[in-house]
């Protein structure tokens, strides 16, 4: 088994994690928001935890976690703990932790929901971040017969507002704007929200940096965090990498995946120096640079973007 097992960092310091999911192969935005976040942590002695997102058991494959930890450690992007390396507040893979949640959840006022996605997909009221409000139907307990019931937390009203690094000052009204939200599907696999709550705030991870397209889940974690006496972490929502149409960049755009270019002989040097060029952290015409060169004066605040050189990778 490849590891990542610390270069010698220090104890003290921010907590962070990159929490990949291994149901498909790392591509080139899943590793700037790595290299963005293991850059961050390390330049101020920060410990970087390595978390398996593998609670979807029907897409989560092994093999896609060992590419994981193969991908990581030829850009040089090595952690403390994590599933391979162990550490003091695993398991690492939340497919080990199923317990952990049952036990958040019964803390939680929750009911049972049989709505289908067809059916919320139906309703009209979209909500401002562009999901359908749920708007409680299966509240009263009024459910369909026969069908498998989901499990909605009762979300408390009021406004969330927390001071993001990248996005400044963050506002959302999660009761009218989101509805009550799912914690467990009607399949029983753990929903998102709860889990990454309850492993941030039982690994003691106090800072969270990750891609913008989550920017909308934070306020629901934060009250889930409020719920369960958890603390919250400080927050950072950095750029996706976009494609020719300013869409999210896909392979539909030509870009290869992590393990592709680590296969073809393409040197990790080459891009981290891809990566870091397109947000400022390296002149566009520095051909290759390892990620360790570029902790010292690393600042997240002087990031700017430019296009990624996709055709030097080609």
């Known amino acids: 088994m490849v590891t990542g097992g610390s270069k010698g960092q220090l104890e003290g310091g921010p907590r962070g994690r990159h929490a990949p999911s291994p149901t498909g192969r790392l591509h080139l935005g899943n590793a700037r928001t790595a290299l963005l976040t293991w850059l961050d942590l390390r330049s101020r002695g920060g410990r970087v935890v390595l978390r398996i997102e593998d609670n979807d058991p029907a897409r989560s494959r092994v093999e896609l976690e060992q590419r994981i930890y193969r991908d990581l450690a030829w850009l040089g ?77 009762r979300v408390p009203p009021g406004e969330v507002e927390f001071v993001d690094r990248v996005r400044g000052v963050v506002r959302q009204r999660v009761a009218e704007e989101v509805g009550d939200f799912v914690l467990r599907r009607a399949d029983g696999a753990w929903a998102y929200q709860l889990a990454v709550v309850v492993d941030d705030g039982l690994m003691r991870i106090d800072e969270v940096l990750r891609g913008a397209d989550l920017l909308d889940s934070t306020p629901r974690q934060i009250l889930l965090q409020r719920a369960l006496g958890l603390p919250t972490p400080t927050y950072a929502h950095v750029p996706l990498i976009l494609g020719p149409g300013g869409a999210k960049l896909s392979k539909r755009d030509g870009a290869p995946d992590l393990s592709a270019l680590r296969e073809r002989g393409v040197a990790a040097e080459r891009v981290i120096a891809v990566l870091a060029g397109s947000l400022g952290i390296v002149d566009e015409s520095v051909e290759a640079v390892a990620a360790s060169e570029l902790v010292a004066g690393f600042a997240l605040a002087r990031l700017h973007e430019r296009p990624l050189a996709l055709e030097r990778l080609m």
Do not use: K
């Open 77 to 153: 992007l090595h952690w403390d703990e994590g599933p391979d390396v162990g550490g003091a507040f695993g398991p690492y893979r939340q497919s080990e932790r199923g317990e952990l949640y049952a036990a958040a959840l019964a803390r939680l006022e929750v009911y049972a929901c049989t709505c289908s996605r067809a059916e919320l997909r139906e309703l009209p009221t979209m909500g401002s971040t562009g999901e359908t409000v749920y708007p409680g139907r299966c509240r009263a307990g009024v459910l369909a017969p026969g069908r498998p019931a989901a499990v909605r937390w």
